[in-house]
C-alpha cells in the first residue's frame, strides 16, 4: 500500500498505526484524534451527513502471519444512524449484518461478555436487526458497559478487541505454530468506508492487459453491491466496462502499476459510492503470449525498460505461439491419439487415407488430414494439398515433418498405436475408431489428434512481433537463413526476415509428375535411357532453379545436389512401368538407406548427375542475372565422409561452370561447399577445409550417426522410453546434444579454421531453427544458422538471446 500510495495510484483512504503505537489507539483521546483526521482527511463524517462514511480496522503483522484478528467494518453505526444509513445504501440486511459482527467481536474481546450470554442473548433472534438489538442489549447488562455511540469511543474499544484477540491464548498458539514470536505486534489501520447506493459500491479484479489479444485494455470483473469479505469465486459479475463512473481510472492504474511492475499488473479493487481504491497489486509472473511480447515493447517503447531487456523477457517459443494456429481446448475433446509434435499449428479437416483422395478433395476446396504410415517424395504434392498430415511412424527428422515444416503445415509424426486399414477405410486408435469422410482436428505443437472438430484460433501475430525481431536484428551476429526448396517456402522465409537460403534440397524438387522420370533416371536398364531421363530431369530443374534464385533475390542461396535416400524415391506402391524395372528396383533396395547410397555416393556412381544438376543452375542464374538478380550462390555437397569424395564432386561441378561459361559467355561467381554430417567429416574438416570455401553442419544426419539412432525410427519407438527413464531429458533430434555431436562439431570448427581461418561455417540441420539448440551451437562459433521457414523468426529471437545473454 506504501508503494501504491507512493505512486499516486487511488489507494483505501486510510491511517496506519505502526506496531509500537497500536496499543495508543484503546485511548478513546488518540482515537479521537484519528476519527478528526480522517474526516479531515476524506472530507466525510463519520456516521453522517450528505456523504457519509464509517471506519474500518484492521491489523497487520511486521511478516507474514496467519490467524490474524478479523477487520472491524462498522466503526460509526449507532442505533440513531442505522436506518438511515441503510436507507442510503439501499439494503437494511447487508449494514445490520456487519454491525452484528461487529457487536459481536466487541462484546467477546473488550466489553467481556461471556460466551454464554452472547449465546442466551442471540437465541431464537432470526432477523440481522434483532441481532444488533440483542447483541446492544446484553452488552450494556452483561458487558463492562454499554457500546458507545460516539465513533471515537467505537474506535477505541474495537483496537481494544483486536489487540485483545491477538495476545488471548489461542492468539498466541496460533503464533507459536508458525514459528513466530510470542511478542509479535500488530499495527492498526484505520480506513474509511465511504457510504452510498449499493449499486454504486462493489468489489472486482482486473488484469492490465486483455490475454487473448494482449491489448492494453483492463480485463476482468465487477462484483456490484458485493463487500470486501465476500468477493465470490465462481464466474458471476459484471464486466468492467459496467463499472459506474467508467473505467479510465482503473485503465490509468494499472498502466501506471505496469511500468512500475515491469509485468502485466493483477488488482483487486473497491468501489465505494463511486470512489475506487485499490485493494491489493501484484505482477502477473507469467503473461500469455501475446500480453508478454505487447507489454515488453511497449515497456521499451516509453523507455521504462531498453531494449535489450525487452528481448530478454520474451522466450523465443512464445513466438512460435504466435505464428501458427492453435486450438482452445475445453478438457472435453475426445483423444484419438498422441505421437510426436513434428510441425506446429492447428487444423482441421476429412480423413483420408490416400495421397489421391487428399488431392481430389483438396482441388474442390474440401480440406483433408492426410493419413499415412510415412510419406515419401511422391506423396509431397497430396502433403502439400492436406491442411495436416499424421503418420504412424518416422521421426521429427523424417521425410513427412521435414516437408510438413518447410511448408508450414501442422504434422503428428510417429502415432505408433494408430492402426490405420485402407481396405475398409478406418483409422482406429485409443478405443475410436474414425472412418474415411470423418472430421478430425490435429494440434501439431502437442503433437495431439482429436476426433472431431475442436475450435482453432487463427494466428494472428501481433505487430508488436515485427518491432522485437527487428530490435533482435540489431544485436545478434549469428546470420538466420531458411531451408526452402520452394518459391513459396522462400517467399514465406523472407517475409519472416531469413536473410537467404541455407539449404534447398533439390531432392524434393523432384516431387509429383517428376517422381516418375526420376525413377527412371535411377533404374534405367542402360545410358540411353539414363540419359535421357536425366535430360528432362535437368530441363525440369533448370526451371526450378529460375524460380528459386529470382524469389531468393539477390541474397546468399545454397543449393545442396542431390542426397536422395533411395527408399524415398523408388516405388512403395508396386506399380513398376515394366517387369525389368521391378527387377532393378529389388536389385537395389537398401537393408539401411539412410546409410546407403545417398548423397555424394550417388553422384560418384552416377558421374551425370552433379554436372547435370551444377548446370541446370547456372543455367538458371545467368538466365536470372540478364533481368538484374545476382543471388549470391553456394553449391553444396552431401553426405562427405572422405575429403577424396568431395575433390571429385567439386571437380564435377566445376566443369559445369566451365561448360556454361563456354556457352553462355558467362562465368556464374559461385562459392563451394561440403556439408559435415558425417563424423568422420567432422573429425576430417581440416582436409574438408582445404577444397572447400563453407562447411554445413547437417546435424540432423550428424546426430543420427554419433548416437547411431535412426533418425526415422528412434523417436516414435525408443526415445520416450529413454525420456521416462531420465536417461535423456530430450530427445537429440529436437534439442542439439552439446555432449557428444557438441564435441564433433567444435573439433571440426576448430579444425577447419586451422587450415583456413575464414572459412564460412552453419548448421542445417533441424537444431538450427531451435531456440535452446541455438544457445548451445552459437558459442561454437559459427557464422549462421538456417532452418526451416515458420522458424525463422524463432532463430532470430534466439540468436539475440546468445549475445544479450552473454552480456550479462
Ligand atoms: C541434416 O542431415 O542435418 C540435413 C540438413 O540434411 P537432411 O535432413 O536433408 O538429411
Ligand atoms: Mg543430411
Known amino acids: ?171 498466541c498458539r496460533a503464533r507459536r505454530s508458525q514459528n513466530l514470536p510470542d511478542d509479535l505486534g500488530l499495527a492498526l489501520h484505520v480506513q474509511a468506508v465511504h457510504i452510498g447506493p449499493w449499486q454504486r459500491s462493489g468489489i472486482g479484479t ?89 507489454l515488453a515493447v511497449d515497456l521499451a517503447n516509453a523507455g521504462t525498460i531498453d531494449r535489450k531487456a525487452a528481448l530478454r523477457t520474451v522466450r523465443p517459443q512464445v513466438v512460435q505461439e504466435l505464428l501458427h494456429a492453435q486450438l482452445r481446448l475445453t478438457g472435453d475433446e475426445n483423444l484419438l491419439v498422441k505421437g510426436l509434435a513434428a510441425s506446429p499449428g492447428a487444423a482441421r479437416g476429412l480423413v483420408v487415407l490416400s495421397p489421391q483422395r487428399a488431392l481430389e478433395l483438396a482441388a474442390g476446396g474440401v480440406p483433408t488430414v492426410l493419413f499415412s504410415s510415412e510419406t515419401t517424395p511422391g506423396d509431397v504434392p497430396a502433403l502439400l494439398a492436406a491442411v495436416a ?11 513427412a515433418a521435414v516437408v510438413a515444416r518447410g511448408s508450414g503445415t501442422p504434422a503428428v509424426c510417429g502415432a505408433s498405436e494408430l ?49 522485437l525481431l527487428a530490435w533482435a536484428d540489431d544485436e545478434r551476429v549469428l546470420r538466420v537463413r531458411t531451408n526452402a526448396d520452394t518459391v513459396r517456402e522462400t517467399e514465406v522465409a523472407l517475409r519472416l526476415g531469413a536473410e537467404g537460403i541455407g539449404l534447398c534440397r533439390t531432392e524434393h524438387q523432384f516431387m509429383g509428375d517428376r517422381l516418375p522420370v526420376v525413377r527412371r533416371y535411377l533404374l534405367a536398364q542402360d545410358d540411353a535411357a539414363q540419359r535421357e531421363a536425366l535430360d528432362a530431369l535437368t530441363d525440369a530443374q533448370c526451371e ?103 575433390v571429385i564432386a567439386i571437380d564435377q561441378v566445376r566443369k559445369a561452370a566451365d561448360k556454361v561459361a563456354e556457352q553462355t559467355g558467362v562465368r556464374v561467381p559461385y562459392l563451394i561447399g561440403s556439408m559435415v554430417e558425417t563424423p568422420r567429416a567432422a573429425l576430417l574438416a581440416d582436409q574438408l577445409a582445404m577444397h572447400v570455401d563453407f562447411l554445413s553442419f547437417g546435424t540432423n544426419d550428424l546426430t543420427q550417426m554419433t548416437y547411431g539412432f535412426s533418425r526415422d525410427d528412434v523417436e516414435s519407438r525408443l526415445l520416450a522410453g529413454y525420456v521416462e527413464r531420465g536417461l535423456l531429458a530430450v530427445s537429440p533430434f529436437v534439442e542439439f546434444d552439446l555432449e557428444g555431436v557438441g564435441a564433433l562439431v567444435a573439433i571440426a570448427v576448430q579444425r577447419a579454421r586451422s587450415v583456413k581461418p575464414t572459412i564460412k561455417l552453419g548448421v542445417c540441420g533441424e537444431h538450427g531453427g531451435d531456440a535452446t539448440s541455438i544457445q ?19 532463430a532470430r529471437l534466439a540468436a539475440a538471446h546468445t549475445v544479450i545473454e552473454e552480456l550479462l
Open 544 to 646: 526450378d532453379f529460375q524460380g528459386l534464385l529470382r524469389a531468393v533475390g539477390n541474397r546468399p542461396v545454397t543449393v545442396r545436389l542431390l542426397d536422395a535416400p533411395l527408399h524415398e524415391f523408388l516405388p512403395h506402391d508396386g506399380v513398376y512401368e515394366d517387369e525389368a524395372q521391378r527387377t532393378r528396383a529389388l536389385e537395389m533396395r537398401e537393408v539401411n538407406p539412410m546409410l546407403g547410397l545417398r548423397g555424394v555416393r550417388l553422384a560418384l556412381l552416377n558421374d551425370d548427375l552433379y554436372p547435370a544438376q551444377a548446370e541446370a543452375l547456372f543455367n538458371a542464374w545467368v538466365m536470372v542475372s540478364q533481368e538484374g538478380i545476382t543471388p549470391q550462390l553456394e553449391v553444396m555437397i552431401p553426405l562427405v565422409s572422405l575429403p577424396e569424395e568431395l
Open 419 to 467: 492402426r490405420i486399414d485402407t481396405i475398409s477405410g478406418t483409422v482406429r486408435a485409443g478405443g475410436h475408431t474414425v472412418r474415411e469422410g470423418d472430421i478430425v482436428t490435429v494440434d501439431g505443437r502437442s503433437g495431439t489428434v482429436y476426433v472431431g472438430e475442436v475450435d482453432i484460433r487463427p494466428a494472428e501475430p501481433p505487430a508488436e512481433l515485427d518491432t
Open 206 to 294: 482486473a488484469s492490465s492487459r486483455d490475454p487473448d489479444t494482449g491489448a492494453p485494455i483492463p480485463t476482468g470483473t465487477f462484483h456490484r453491491g458485493v463487500r470486501r469479505s465476500a468477493l465470490p469465486t465462481d464466474a458471476s459479475g459484471e464486466p468492467l466496462s459496467a463499472l459506474p463512473g467508467g473505467i479510465d481510472l482503473l485503465k490509468h492504474t494499472l498502466a501506471t502499476l505496469e511500468h512500475h511492475l515491469r509485468d502485466v499488473a493483477e488488482v483487486t479493487f473497491e468501489l465505494r459510492d463511486g470512489k475506487l481504491s485499490l485493494l491489493s497489486a501484484t505482477a502477473l509472473g507469467r503473461p500469455t503470449p501475446r500480453a508478454g511480447l505487447r
Open 1 to 171: 500500500m506504501d508503494r501504491l500510495v507512493a505512486l499516486g495510484l487511488p489507494t483505501v483512504p486510510g491511517i496506519t498505526i505502526p506496531v509500537p503505537s497500536a496499543r495508543d489507539l484503546t485511548d478513546p483521546a488518540v482515537a479521537r484524534q484519528v476519527v478528526d483526521l480522517m474526516e479531515e482527511l476524506v472530507g466525510r463524517q463519520v456516521g453522517g451527513g450528505d456523504h457519509p462514511m464509517l471506519l474500518r480496522l484492521l491489523a497487520s503483522a511486521p511478516m507474514a502471519a496467519s490467524g490474524l484478528p478479523p477487520q472491524v467494518p462498522g466503526i460509526g453505526l449507532t442505533p440513531k444512524n442505522a436506518t438511515s444509513l441503510a436507507d442510503l445504501i439501499g439494503r437494511q440486511g447487508d449494514l445490520f449484518d456487519i454491525w452484528a459482527s461487529v457487536l459481536r467481536l466487541v462484546a467477546e474481546d473488550a466489553l467481556d461478555v461471556s460466551p454464554d450470554a452472547l449465546e442466551d442473548a442471540l437465541d431464537g433472534v432470526t432477523t440481522e436487526a434483532g441481532r444488533v438489538e440483542a447483541l446492544l442489549a446484553v452488552c450494556a447488562t452483561k458487558g463492562t458497559g454499554p457500546v458507545p455511540e460516539d465513533p471515537a469511543d467505537q474506535l477505541a474499544l474495537s483496537a481494544t478487541a483486536l489487540l485483545h484477540r491477538w495476545s488471548s491464548p489461542r492468539g
Open 776 to 794: 548451445r551451437l552459437a558459442p561454437l562459433g559459427l557464422d549462421y544458422v538456417s532452418c526451416s521457414p515458420q522458424r525463422v523468426p524463432i
Open 389 to 399: 498430415v499424421v503418420t504412424t511412424s518416422g521421426g521429427l527428422a523424417s521425410h
